[in-house]
């Protein structure tokens, strides 16, 4: 009976949410790629129930995203430029989450796809930037905080299961990028999905730690979806046509349709779903691998 209170009590509404001068505390909302089309998309959704930290490498487009929020009525914006491979760059980024109220979502969507590095930097900012951000947002992490980190339906492209599942799950090893290098050879298309696969297993390898403080992680992972990205890619790599054109519901998805299911695994109705992925790729997975089964055969 003792455990079973131990997990209740954690899940109060009141844990956590006055501050010393009694002054009811923000739920603070932190959007890493906060400028991009999908970061963009949830801020709109999640600025209505709190505050609203963005975070990206670019200060113009950070400045121009929170002026189209605050177009849109949402007025509690901040941004702040942030580098997600540099630690201190991560932390000041947390430190300045803690001072603005209780952190109920760190939503990571900052990240390279192939046509926009070279291989060694995918690695760096996908899979060794999503390490960075969960450990320094971990520690803030209370009651009812998620972590919701953007993969790829390219993460489910890749063996789950190989030489190279161990080093994924420790993204803060030393010698990361060098040892993934031997696995992509190079090529931007590989590193990319397994950089997103890493993304997938890191939340389940991490589900118990963040459970540990009454908090759930879990990862995304989106399909084909019209953003500035996607187009990018979509015009570079004949590859992007052929997984449209097997997508079940014959279309890109919107940043819109990704946003709503963030804003789903952020909230209270979410509350038992953790250390696991969510795909919204339009089906797409899902009919490759009964085309590559077919083809087989």
Request: glycine residues 10%; charged residues 20%.
């Amino acid at each position: 009976m003792s455990f079973v209170f131990k997990l209740i009590i954690p899940y109060h509404k009141e844990v956590n949410t006055f501050n010393i001068g009694g002054r009811r505390m923000s739920d603070v909302y932190v959007i890493t790629g906060g400028s991009g089309g999908m970061g963009k998309a949830v801020a709109e959704l999640v600025g209505k129930k709190g505050t609203v930290l963005l975070a990206d490498v670019n200060e113009d487009r950070l400045a121009q995203t929170k002026e189209e929020l605050v177009a849109k009525g949402i007025h509690d914006v901040h941004y702040q430029t942030v580098d997600v491979t540099d630690k201190e760059n991560v932390k000041d980024l947390a430190n300045k989450a803690a001072s603005l109220g209780t952190l109920k979502a760190i939503v990571h969507t900052a990240g390279l796809s192939p046509t926009m590095s070279d291989s060694k930097r995918i690695t760096e900012v996908n899979l060794v930037g999503t390490g960075i951000v969960l450990n320094e947002f971990i520690k803030l992490a209370e009651p009812g905080t998620v972590a919701v980190c953007i993969s790829s339906m390219s993460g489910h492209m890749a063996p789950k299961e190989g030489p190279y599942t161990e080093v994924l799950k420790n993204p803060l090893d030393e010698n990361v990028v060098e040892m993934m290098e031997k696995f992509s050879q190079g090529n931007p298309g590989s590193a990319y999905s397994l950089s997103k696969l890493g993304v997938i297993l890191i939340a389940e390898d991490q589900a118990w730690d963040w459970g540990q403080k009454g908090a759930r992680i879990v990862s995304l992972s989106p399909g084909t979806i019209n953003t500035p990205m996607g187009r990018q890619e979509a015009s570079q790599q004949k590859e992007m046509k052929v997984l449209l054109d097997n997508t079940p519901l014959q279309r890109e998805g919107e940043p819109s349709e990704i946003a709503t299911v963030v804003d789903f695994l952020v909230s209270d109705a979410a509350s038992y779903i953790t250390g696991t992925d969510i795909l919204v790729d339009g089906g797409t997975t899902a009919n490759m691998t009964k085309l590559r089964a077919t083809q087989s055969k």
